[in-house]
């Protein structure tokens, strides 16, 4: 559920600019969706497959990542501020510009991404 209180609709390829503040997406495959901008504050992505998406400056501050696939995900400009990204996998993920002050990194190898210009 959204704050709104309604399911979220996650089917478009293009879901650029859209509210989920506090949806709980979990475990859903949202690979290679374009995410741009998107409002993603406090939700639950535990789990999803984010592979190849573009959350390039999406708030996720506050966001459940635990054990989610952010492969070759674009995270630049991204606000992951307060996230939980434990055992993520970000292989190939970029993380340039990205706010991560204050995540929850463990279990995250970010040497197999590409990190420039990091808050953390």
Known sequence: MTDGGEMPDTTAEDLSGRMFNGADLSGRNLSGKAL??????RA????ADLSGADLSGA?????NLARANLAGADLAWTDL???????AEVAGAQFIGTNLV???LEGVDLTLAEVDGVAH
């Open 59 to 63: 708030n996720l501050s506050g966001a």
């Open 81 to 87: 501020s307060g996230a939980d990204l434990s055992a």
């Open 102 to 104: 204050g995540a929850e």
């Open 36 to 41: 741009r901008n998107a409002h993603l504050a």
């Open 44 to 47: 639950d992505l535990s789990g």
